[in-house]
Nanobody
Framework: QVRLVESGGGLVQVGGSLRLSCAAS????????MGWFRQAPGKEREFVAA????????DYSDSVNGRFTISKNNAENTVYLQMNSLKRDDTAVYYC????????????WGQGTQVTVSS
């Protein structure tokens, strides 16, 4: 069984930084890509960033491009999201997700971690 566990959320002021972590585990864990998503109150879940395990290619939503950085540690099956220059609009529950070994949809999801940006 695959398990994704996020950590690192919290309360931060506008302009501050946070680093989220997502640790993947499970005997059968094999994934093509990992992604970060977020859901703010009253809004739909949205894509934030993604990276491919094999080559480190990354993708970002327009709203975070240039402020957030996704990275990974293959040896530890861990993905990070460095969030800088945080805005109040970044307030949301952040989820990490993993695709299966051949890509496609995100089949595995973590429980989420709250990020709150205050002014």
């Amino acid at each position: 069984q695959v398990r994704l566990v996020e950590s690192g959320g919290g309360l931060v002021q506008v302009g501050g930084s946070l680093r989220l972590s997502c640790a993947a585990s499970g005997r059968t864990f094999s994934s093509y890509a990992m992604g970060w998503f977020r859901q703010a109150p009253g809004k739909e879940r949205e894509f934030v960033a993604a990276t491919i395990w094999s080559n480190g290619n990354t993708d970002y939503s327009d709203s975070v491009n240039g402020r957030f950085t996704i990275s990974k540690n293959n040896a530890e099956n861990t993905v990070y999201l460095q969030m800088n220059s945080l805005k109040r609009d970044d307030t949301a529950v952040y989820y990490c997700a993993a695709t299966g070994p051949f890509g496609g949809s995100y089949d595995y999801w973590g429980q989420g971690t709250q990020v709150t940006v205050s002014s």
